[in-house]
């Protein structure tokens, strides 16, 4: 689905409601589909009384990237980010929402050698994060072991907004 296009989005939370009857866990990227998407799912949590939203952003939000000049990935992250911490006071009531902020990971995003340098010399851990290293937070995020955290922003990145 195309999560910038609202009609697209509410046709795939229907869908999905149609099969399953309910929404537990919603995970959410890029800015205009955390917005789209919220919007959405959020009715549904209030409607069913309960939910979950995951925002996914980065540790941009945190920072201003260097040797990459990207200002706009960093504002649009940071706004995901406050948007995410907002949500979660408004829906106090009816669901939880937290945020997901990695670094460099060994994905096609990370994966320039400048990408690639920056991360070695400035994470603690002197290196890219492996997928496989974010999939715990993400289910441990989606599970009953965090029904006492919202509102985080749980950044996953080495180390690497430390210095």
Not at 74 to 93: I, M, P, Y
Not at 97 to 115: C, Q, R
Request: aromatic share 10%.
């Amino acid at each position: 689905m195309d999560v910038s296009n609202p009609q697209e989005v509410q046709d795939g939370i229907n869908k999905v409601l149609q099969d399953f009857g309910r929404i537990d866990v919603f995970i959410a990227n890029a800015v205009d589909g955390v917005v789209v998407c919220a919007k959405y799912v959020g009715e549904v949590f209030k409607r069913q009384g309960t939910g979950n939203l995951i925002i996914t952003s980065s540790m941009s939000a945190h920072i201003v990237n260097v040797p990459t000049d990207q200002p706009v990935y960093n504002a649009t992250k940071a706004f995901v980010t406050h948007f995410g911490k907002s949500l979660a006071r408004e829906w106090r009531d009816f669901a939880r929402v937290n945020i997901v902020s990695p670094g460099f990971f060994d994905t096609k995003m990370g994966a320039s050698p400048a990408g690639v340098n920056e991360a070695y010399r400035m994470a603690v851990l002197g290196r890219q994060g492996h997928v496989k290293e974010i999939k715990g937070l993400y289910l441990y995020l989606a599970s009953d072991a965090s029904t006492y955290t919202t509102g985080s922003d749980v950044i996953i990145d080495g180390g690497y907004v430390l210095p």
